[in-house]
């Protein structure tokens, strides 16, 4: 079907996230115009995510910490980030924390900056360290797209990238007020998240989804490091989604719900509190360090019994809390109206990627017009991330994709196009079987991970592409739900494979992936796998 074009532009940004959004802000003042698209509000995705506390921000605290802060990036990441990217990151954060004040976002600033809860995890040391204030940044960088006359697209979910002559052109994109459309450019800008939405439990909203990669991947990028996921507890009830703070996990009680035991309760009292110390020093799990078995603990009892681990907390953190734990716990109040004293059933879920699609420094991904950034890229971190980097990498990385895809753009003599092929199918049961394919990651690719559960986790998805079939051509008459739900399922089917594809060709546990059935670390895996269209590249 031949789709005229609704709307063209130089730069088309993916993703309405703090990265979509720098994007869009950079490629505007290099002199280009700018339309962003988001599924959801414009400010949205894991940036603006409801269900924490804060955004948290660190960057060097001068040029001697800079390179300390690449050596700590390199080393936590095990061989699996890009030392480019990484210095990059590193040499950039500080003038886009300067850039955020002058445009006047609100960042908090630590009170007590030398008590350890301020230590980003799996730091060594304390570092330039913000808050975000989410209410703030809403409001200021929407005004600056609106400055600078960018267009903005909300609630408009693009489900296709257009490519003519090896050079990205356009995306077919389903809004609920114009239907299918065709959105023409010179330049992409992907920056639509990480892959959370493959899993049944996550910490994401309902607009992080993958299809992002999968499109990437349809084009001729490569994607990397897939395998290390972030996996971190969160509450199942009630606040459900609601992510723990880690800080506390010294002060916590794990118990079975029907029992009332701890669920340590076999191990030492000494070697409990040594791994609850080590663990109260990072949000996700990683199988690097002593605290392993808390997490893996814990995911086996949530495998159990899906209700969840009944956390209380114990009573000497009800006095004289540090900074940070004060913090939580006065938001949880004021945000989730629960109290220190209210028992919290949680569970493990899916966070944040640390691989996504492969770019270099200038934000390219090796496909003519396309560019990426923010958490749906990989490189710039590895096999674990320091917490706080996600945000900085979002700033940094948006900034250089915005230039960059706004000075190809300029080069670019073709006019823009007219209108584009789209051939869309629908899939009988989408909803339900895209469920599944959620189901099948949660038992197969989170905590623990095992060769026999993956190989059964790939069969599973094969049934379900058998289940697919070729689908039926979509047809105007169809309701759009049903189109995205089919766009959203092929996606993930598509990523579900790499993404136990790579956990099984990767026999060995290095930092936030866990293999079970190999859980030293390897030699012979010491490079990042790098994926194309059903393709490795170790």
């Not at 669920?263 to 509190?273: A, Q, R, T, V, Y």
């Not at 938001?331 to 270099?360: C, Q, Y």
């Amino acid at each position: 079907m031949r789709l005229r074009t609704e709307l063209s532009t130089d730069v088309l940004v993916m993703g309405a996230g703090l990265a979509g959004i720098m994007s869009a802000i950079s490629a505007a003042e290099a002199g280009a115009s700018v339309c962003i698209v988001s599924s959801r509000n414009i400010c949205s995705g894991s940036s603006f995510y409801p269900g924490t506390w804060g955004l948290g921000l660190i960057g060097p605290e001068s040029r001697e910490d800079e390179e300390d802060l690449v050596r700590t990036i390199l080393k936590i990441g095990e061989g699996m980030a890009d030392p480019e990217l990484v210095r990059t990151l590193a040499a950039n954060i500080s003038r886009r924390i300067s850039g955020l004040k002058e445009m006047g976002v609100v960042l908090k600033e630590a009170e007590n900056k030398g008590e350890k809860e301020f230590i980003p995890c799996f730091d060594h040391k304390g570092r330039d360290w913000h808050g975000i204030v989410k209410e703030s940044a809403q409001v200021v960088l929407k005004k600056r797209l609106t400055d600078l006359g960018v267009k903005t697209l909300p609630f408009t979910e693009i489900i296709d990238w257009v490519k003519e002559e090896g050079k990205i052109t356009g995306a077919v994109a389903v809004s609920e007020e114009k239907g299918v459309m065709f959105l023409s450019c010179k330049a992409l800008i992907a920056a639509s998240g990480g892959m959370g939405g493959l899993f049944e439990y996550r910490l994401n909203t309902s607009d992080v989804t993958g299809m992002g990669q999968y499109l990437a991947l349809k084009a001729g990028a490569a994607l990397t490091n897939l395998e290390f996921m972030q996996m971190m507890p969160g509450f199942i009830k009630p606040a459900y989604k609601t992510i723990y703070n880690e800080k506390v996990f010294c002060y916590s009680n794990f118990s079975d719900r029907v029992t009332g035991d701890s669920i340590f309760k076999d191990w030492s009292g000494e070697d409990l509190e040594r791994c609850m110390e080590i663990r109260s020093s990072h949000g996700p799990f990683t199988s690097r360090l002593d605290s392993a078995p808390v997490d893996i603990r814990l995911f086996n009892s949530f495998l159990k019994d899906k209700a969840g681990v009944e956390l209380t907390y114990q009573e000497r953190i009800k006095k004289n809390q540090p900074e940070f734990v004060r913090t939580y716990f006065q938001w949880l109040l004021k945000e989730k109206h629960l109290t220190i004293d209210d028992p919290v059933m949680i569970g493990i879920f899916a966070h944040a990627s640390n691989g996504g699609i492969r770019i270099n420094s200038r934000g390219e991904t090796g496909v003519a017009g396309l560019f990426a950034c923010g958490e749906i890229t990989g490189g710039m971190h590895g096999a674990d991330r320091l917490g706080g980097l996600s945000t900085a990498n979002g700033l940094v990385f948006g900034v250089i994709a915005g230039e960059n895809a706004a000075l190809w753009a300029k080069k670019q003599k073709r006019p823009a196009l007219e209108e584009a092929d789209s051939s869309q199918v629908i899939y009988e049961g989408a909803s339900d079987l895209l469920k599944q394919v959620r189901r099948i990651n949660f038992q197969c690719a989170m905590v623990v991970r095992w060769e026999n559960e993956l190989l059964k986790g790939l069969n599973a998805l094969e049934e379900i592409q058998k289940a697919m079939g070729s689908g039926r051509p979509w047809q105007k008459k169809d309701r759009k739900q049903d189109l995205l739900r089919s766009c959203e399922l092929k996606a993930a089917v598509t990523l579900s494979q790499c993404l136990l594809e790579a956990a099984l060709v990767r026999r060995e546990s290095r930092g936030s992936h866990y293999r079970a059935d190999y859980p030293k670390q390897c030699s012979e895996f010491s490079r990042p796998l790098d994926i194309k269209w059903k393709k490795f590249f170790p």
